[in-house]
């Protein structure tokens, strides 16, 4: 076994930094590379650049392939397979080990070179787990709150939440050498490298960290290794980042890129067309043809790693009974949501899990059928006398939320469920646990390719379902720890099967509505290359001017 000292898992006491100096031919020629604005719907829900804090969508869009980067990488151009990044190469040591070999030269923001010591503080106490301890099937309660005024180092409780969501059995990164860092699990897992590549285990500075005044400063200024680094960020407001002229992949190709919060989506296309904006992100489908008409102007796209979902509060007085959450899986019907609002560019997948899965992806699964007289039936059976149940909505988070929102509170009625909208204005008020909260949207992503990554990430004992108090099955968190700790990959695939009987049709935990689709629209005149994710990449090679 290895022995994790304190000095390997927390890294050492950073030494003094010197100046930040630019290279020669920066100062000595004009920088003539363009600058860009990019309109979204939202920069950030928690008000902060913390990617361990601000785990969704939007803070996919900004962090990766601009801002934040991690060991192991993912082709976003390409099929979203793992890649080198800031590590060039590793290997198993044994079932509960991956050695990795740190790229050297790479410099942070502030000038530092990264070692051993920031991986391994990355992956520490003090920045990412707190007091938690790695015991596998162990939840973590949390309010789920943004963070605002914090005046010092404490973490909020979401971090080491996703942290053990994360890295349930992690129990330090050991320092072998200078370039050299070690994994080490308290349990055999097949995933620890899937974990490595995943949404959250992307490197900071520890001096960064250290020199920043509070968590709520950094958080809102984080060091770290990407082609882009903060310059300022105004929460709902704008965020502005600058080319990192040492990046370790090349110069950057922008000068400068402002991502600025335009909600209505009316007003980021018409900027977009004006020249106002570069890019429009979140399009919906039914805008398309009414953009690309200006010959100038085209919008890229597709599917993404996603899935759209509509989640269950078993607390819930209505909702108690399984047999009423499964009314609402059949009353849903998904291709007429597909086929009205995102005119067949996205589609129905089976259930919470995707092809990319290779030999673990359940092919005879599906969604609950669409079938009203059943709904009715089951309703019936539970004993449902049409008492009203909330339905949490945000206002277009997601592409088409709100009208997606309407058909199904339309879809539920009509078999007798007395749904009724309640439209909210963040997630803090959405995941609030009162009692009206039953329903509400969300979306589940496979930031690896594995169960774990979804159903187990999510939905698990560590999830973020049962971290805020909505859900849980004795059964399922069973098979959970399974997953993460079986090494045989059938019996795996097994218990991942179980596991979508039990969250999808026997005891809801949610039900998945159709596959997430993004849009992004610019001028035919700017040469770039939207990824099959919420990211958008800017680095060296995917930028071919503005003409």
């Known amino acids: 076994m290895v022995q994790l000292t304190r000095r390997s898992v927390l890294g050492a006491a950073a030494g003094t930094a010197g100046s930040f100096i ?17 309109a979204v719907q939202k920069i950030s829900n928690t008000n902060t650049l913390d990617v361990m804090r601000e785990q ?10 601009s801002l934040w980067e991690g060991l192991i990488g993912r082709n976003w151009l390409g099929q979203l397979d793992s890649v080198p990044l800031l590590a060039t190469e590793w290997k198993r040591v044994d079932d509960k080990t991956v050695e990795l070999k740190l790229r050297e030269g790479v410099k942070f923001h502030n000038g530092d070179e990264l070692t051993a010591e920031d991986v391994a503080f990355t992956f520490g106490r003090e920045r990412m787990f707190g007091d938690t301890e790695p015991v596998a099937g162990k939840t973590i309660y949390t309010t789920e709150q943004n963070i605002t005024g ?3 180092k404490e973490l909020p409780i979401e971090v080491p ?8 059995a992690l129990l330090g990164v050991e320092v072998v050498d200078k370039y050299t860092v ?7 897992d097949v995933t620890i490298e899937g974990r490595i590549s995943r949404y959250g285990s992307e490197i900071t500075s520890r001096r960064g960290w250290a020199e920043a005044k509070s968590y709520v400063d950094w958080s809102r200024g984080p060091v770290t290794t990407g082609p882009y680094k903060v310059v300022e960020f105004k929460p709902d407001n704008y965020l502005l980042l600058a080319a990192h002229d040492e990046y370790w992949g090349g110069r950057p190709p922008l000068k400068e890129i402002r991502f600025v919060e335009v909600p209505e989506v009316a007003s980021r296309i018409n900027g977009l067309l004006s020249g106002e904006y570069q890019f429009a992100c979140d399009v919906p489908p039914d805008q398309i043809a009414g953009i690309e008409s200006n010959e100038a102007f085209e919008v890229q796209g597709g599917t993404v790693l996603n899935h759209r979902l509509t989640v269950f509060d078993k607390n819930h007085e209505q909702l108690q009974n399984p047999l009423v959450r499964r009314a609402f899986t059949h009353a849903i019907d998904r291709q007429a949501i597909v086929d009205s609002l995102w005119a067949g560019r996205t589609r129905v997948p089976a259930g919470l899990q995707w092809e990319y899965y290779g030999d673990m992806f359940i092919k005879d699964w599906s969604v609950p059928e669409y079938n009203p007289e059943l709904a009715r039936d089951l309703l019936k059976q539970a004993g449902y006398k049409g008492d009203p149940i909330p339905y949490r909505l945000l206002n277009n988070y997601y592409t088409n939320q709100t009208a ?13 469920l007395n749904v009724q909208i309640e439209m909210k204005e963040n997630w803090q008020q959405i995941l609030e646990k009162t009692p009206g909260r039953a329903v509400r949207d969300w979306s589940n992503s496979a930031p690896f390719n594995d169960p774990v990554s979804s159903i187990v990430a999510q939905h698990g004992p560590n999830g973020q379902q049962q971290q805020v108090g909505e859900w849980t099955n004795e059964e399922a968190n069973r098979l959970s720890v399974e997953l993460e700790t079986s090494t045989d990959r059938a019996r795996r695939r097994e218990a991942f099967k179980r596991m979508l009987e039990i969250c999808e049709r026997e005891d809801p935990a949610y039900t998945v509505l159709h596959q997430n689709a993004v849009f992004t629209a610019k001028p035919k005149s700017i040469k770039w290359k939207a990824a099959s994710a919420f990211a958008m990449d800017f680095r060296p090679g995917n930028w071919g001017g503005m003409n």
């Open 22 to 38: 630019l290279p020669r031919f920066a100062i000595a020629q004009a920088d003539n590379r363009p600058s860009i604005t990019i």
């Open 56 to 65: 969704s969508n939007v803070g996919e869009r900004i962090f990766f392939s």
């Open 150 to 152: 914090r005046a010092d």
């Open 161 to 168: 939440a996703v942290a053990r969501r994360s890295w349930p």
């Open 182 to 188: 070690r994994f080490v699990n308290g349990t055999p």
């Open 404 to 416: 997606t929102g309407q058909i199904l509170a339309e879809m539920w009625n009509q078999v007798g």
